[in-house]
DNA sequence: ATTGCAACCTGTCTGC
DNA sequence: TGCAGACAGGTTGCAA
């Protein structure tokens, strides 16, 4: 999928564009991309019709917009309690574009929210398209409704204007990423050092840190120089801090760039592909010097080695396989 | 607690 | 040209 900087380059696009709108209405073209919604697909469509988008949240890679029911007025958006959010998981090639509804149906096209009219807040003599259309080819991903439960580590939940203090039953279990303002890079630490495990086998357990995928994974254990299978148990506090820090400088890199598009699959809210996929030095590099290598005058070159039955990439010089690798 | 694996899907690319 | 197989950004759930 979309890892965190992708899921963050569309939230942003749907903040922009959907948050104040009602939804109007509700088409499901394929009933498999609406998941866990516990009384199936035609109540999704009951539940979500009349509804209004109030904010668009992100923790990791899961997105959510908090709802106001039908008919609620909300007169204070930050004493207001929303009950529900529809929550949406682009998977791996899941996408959500915001468009016209006279655009032809795209392929792939999942479900179809029709909005309320409103300005364009550039050009307020233009109306904003009138879809949200959530498109996806391998049906990984999906959305649902999803009731909004009061969480006990006070924050925000994720990255949003509203501050409430809850967060969506199935997002409960997910640990708070690397660009979350709470984001304790310590704590993590902590929990690295209990656990026994290789370290890139940690790092994409949405329960310890989340928004990191195999693609952000490989980059950061580049930028660290650590090897995928190092014991998370003999970590030191500074290569914790090391490794931590380099996902945040590669996510943010790669958010600036407006994410990593290696096909046609990931795209931003307009349809538009992000270009950090220029930038990586190790995810897909096969064959390739490692570029801190070969600044050193040395000759690293990048690997390929299946790992978690998916590739995994690092440098044969620079990621050293330690001898006591955890698999 | 950790780990491996299958399942959920569609599509593209490679080699025979 | 067809066909089989590998591979692709993820999550969940179950078995060992």
Redesign the pocket.
Known sequence: ???LP?AEVVRRGLERWVTGRVVEGVEILDP?SVR?HVDGPQAFVEDLTGTRVLDVVRR???LWMPLAAPGDAVDDPCSYRPRQALMA?????GQMLIKDSSLPPD??LRIRLTLSDAPDPDDPSQLLPTELRFVD?????GMFLDPLLPTDDGAPGGLGRHGHAVVPE?AA??ARDPLDPAFDVDAVHDRLR?????IK??V?D??LV????????DEALWEARLHYARP??TLTRAETRRLLAAVQTVMTRALDAG????????VNVNGES?Y??LSLNA??QTGRACPRCAAEGRDGVIV?E??????SFRCSRCQRKPRNA??
């Open positions: 999928m979309p890892e992708e498999r866990r990791g890679k899961f998981h682009l998977g791996m090639s392929r792939h080819q391998r049906i990984f991903g199935h279990h997910i209990r656990r026994k495990t290789g086998r940690a994409l949405q329960g989340s928004g990191i995928g195999n693609i952000y994974a998370t148990e994410g990593t598009s290696l096909d046609s699959l990931y992000g950090f996929a995810y897909g390929r299946q790992f978690m039955n998916r590739s955890r698999y």
